[in-house]
């Protein structure tokens, strides 16, 4: 004998099910561009995604990396995949989508990549490579690309006539930081020594 079910009945079990399942599993909802920005100043972004978020936004990440092409996103897969966050570690494609975002102008993208090429991290050390990404980064006012071009000039890397331009954009920094305050002012005083009065005071004209 064939035992009909009522329909109200299924979809009322159906919706229990739905229940228990939601009080098990928050839903998480895509970052937009400013909160990725954030994260990514604190370089929280990939335990976020992987611990709190625990890879439910994997496919969303990709798919806004890759389709949408949106430079916070190709940067945030990128770094997933040079890592293996969510993924299977895979860093030349990683380092593709960091490159894909730097050609889109994001600084976090350009300054991390720089840092890479400086240090030998993931890639071999290239320090003109990191000059150029640095210097970009630095140019668009990024702190740590600040800091560390400025590092890289005053170990006789790079052009001298980036001096200039090294002590301007690092006399405008803004910093509560006490520590990189001390720091700016120290490469500050290395940087002046290399350059005539008249230069230094010329580099410590606002910014445009």
């Not at 949408?68 to 966050?85: I, N, S």
């Not at 030349?92 to 030998?120: F, P, V």
């Not at 301007?168 to 290395?190: F, M, P, R, S, V």
Request: net charge negative; charged share 25%.
């Amino acid at each position: 004998m064939k035992i009909v079910i009522p329909m109200l009945i299924a979809v009322a079990g159906l919706t229990a099910v739905h229940k228990a399942q939601a009080q098990d599993v928050e839903a998480v909802q895509l970052y937009s561009d400013a909160e990725l920005v954030e994260m990514f100043a604190t370089n929280a972004h990939l335990k976020r995604v992987r611990d709190t978020d625990r890879c439910q936004l994997a496919q969303d990440i990709e798919a806004q990396a890759e389709l949408e092409r949106r430079p916070t996103y190709q940067f945030l897969y990128g770094d997933m995949m040079a890592w293996g966050v969510c993924y299977d570690r895979d860093p030349e494609l990683g380092l593709l989508y960091m490159e894909k975002a730097a050609q889109h102008g994001l600084l976090e993208a350009l300054e991390q990549l720089g840092r890479y090429y400086h240090e030998g991290v993931l890639v071999q050390k290239d320090i003109d490579r990191a000059i150029l990404y640095l210097r970009e980064a630095a140019s668009l006012g990024n702190l740590p690309a600040q800091r560390r071009f400025a590092e890289i000039l005053l170990a006789d890397k790079g052009s001298p006539y980036d001096y200039e331009k090294a002590y301007h954009w690092l006399h405008n920094a803004i910093t509560a930081n006490q520590g990189t305050y001390q720091d700016i002012e120290q490469k500050l005083a290395k940087l002046a020594e290399r350059m005539p009065p008249s230069v230094v005071e010329k580099a410590k004209k606002p910014l445009d």
